[in-house]
């Protein structure tokens, strides 16, 4: 067996944007959410499913879900597979999109339903040790937990070091099929779980189509060549400090998020660099 990188756009939304192998995407959120009995999601909708030559262009993957529990109750999922660069506020400018985009003009918020963003990040976000951290909007002295319809949930791959030999809850099955994948020849010893192995199935790229495999290569010469090309510009103003740094970069047409990431000035610094262009 030959298995994808899952962390590639290409892959990600061939195994979790799979319209005709939902039970992956339900098996992977009911883990990750941690949801039991009623809670228990059973039916999703996949509202941007797998489609090549949309995410050819891509530069961060995005998947738009909405879910249906046990008991009736519906909400909104984003899942992302995203960069360093900007994160925090594009989590919350995602979400609060998805959320308001649920309403036409004149429709009654009563119809508006929770938004739940899982983050899947392979880097260091939060300081704390877990690898897998929730986040509500609580009141700052009591923590009563009234503003419900947004929930983050972040999952930091660098923090998960645990061995196949090691993993028990479903969850760690699943974040180590993220993580690991690409470095397996053969199906973990532990599997039990329809959805992930489905997951490992779809993975295996000795089943791809040509287009699919083509879209896959594509995107990882694409992640590459970004990171040649940030290389490049780090070296030359190595020397020379942020501003010049920021000046190749506006030169090699790299967006604002990048060169924030690259210099640590702030957005407004960068504009001014470019306005003297």
């Not at 360093?84 to 959320?99: E, L, N, Q, T």
């Not at 400090?241 to 690259?262: C, P, S, T």
Request: glycine fraction near 6%; charge should be negative.
């Amino acid at each position: 067996m030959q298995f994808a990188d899952i962390k590639n756009d290409i892959a990600f939304r061939k195994i979790f944007g799979n319209e005709n192998k939902k039970e992956i995407l339900i098996s992977f959120l009911n883990a990750v959410l941690k949801l039991e009995g009623t809670q228990q999601i059973s039916w999703v909708e996949i509202l941007n499913p797998y489609q090549v030559p949309i995410v050819l262009g891509a530069k961060s993957t995005i998947l738009d879900v909405k879910a249906k529990d046990k008991s009736g109750f519906e909400y909104i999922v984003e899942m992302q597979v995203t960069e360093k660069a900007g994160f925090a506020k594009r989590a919350v400018y995602y979400s609060a999109k998805s959320y308001s985009a649920q309403l036409n003009v004149g429709e009654d918020y009563q119809k508006l339903k929770p938004t739940i963003f899982i983050g899947i990040l392979n880097f260091v976000f939060l300081e704390g040790a877990n690898y897998l951290s929730r986040h509500l909007i609580l009141d700052a002295q009591t923590l009563e937990h009234k503003l419900k319809d947004l929930d983050f949930n972040f999952i930091e791959l660098p923090k998960f070091n645990k061995k196949e030999e090691e993993l028990k809850t479903l969850v760690e099955k699943w974040v180590f099929f993220i993580k690991n994948a690409e470095n397996l020849t053969v199906l973990p010893q532990n599997l039990d779980d329809a959805g992930l192995k489905s997951a490992y199935t779809e993975a295996d790229r000795h089943l791809w189509t040509k287009a699919d495999l083509a879209a896959y290569e594509y995107a990882q010469m694409r992640e590459t060549d970004e990171r040649a090309r940030e290389m490049l510009v780090l070296e030359k103003g190595r020397n020379q400090g942020k501003i010049e740094i920021a000046k190749n970069a506006i030169l090699e047409g790299f967006d604002n998020q990048i060169i924030v990431r690259l210099t640590g000035l702030s957005v407004e610094q960068i504009e001014q660099i470019r306005a003297g262009f």
